[in-house]
């Protein structure tokens, strides 16, 4: 059973940091993509960044310059660096990767539950 687990959301004045953790565990051979999306509310879910077994990334454009991803694949674990936060970054911060289970298995892609980040004085 494969998870995704997110953690390092929380409560941040305009202009501060965060940085998200999302582990994935289980029967996991490879992860060739993983991604942070985010929903706020009311609207509909959207790609923050991602980024390939690689090492390429890329940014929404709201994002640019201010959020970097990164990935530790001995922890199979995706990193979201935010800094100025501003309150529009507030929202449900999910993880998305697509995990290989063996050499033989299709790729599928999991979801966490979310991590909430509040930007508010």
């Known amino acids: 059973q494969v998870q995704l687990v997110e953690s390092g959301g929380g409560l941040v004045q305009p202009g501060g940091s965060l940085r998200l953790s999302c582990a994935a565990s289980?029967?996991?051979?490879?992860?060739?993509?993983m991604a942070w999306y985010r929903q706020a509310p009311g609207k509909q879910r959207e790609l923050v960044a991602h980024i390939t077994s690689s090492g390429s990334t890329n940014y929404a454009d709201s994002v640019k310059g201010r959020f970097t991803i990164s990935r530790e694949d001995a922890k199979s674990t995706v990193y979201l660096q935010m800094n100025s936060l501003k309150p529009e970054d507030t929202a449900d911060y999910y993880c998305?990767?697509?995990?290989?289970?063996?050499?033989?298995?299709?790729?599928?892609?999991?979801w966490g539950k979310g991590t909430l980040v509040t930007v508010s004085s």
């Open positions: 998305n990767a697509l995990i290989m289970t063996s050499l033989v298995s299709s790729a599928k892609y999991y």
């Open positions: 289980g029967s996991i051979f490879s992860l060739p993509y």
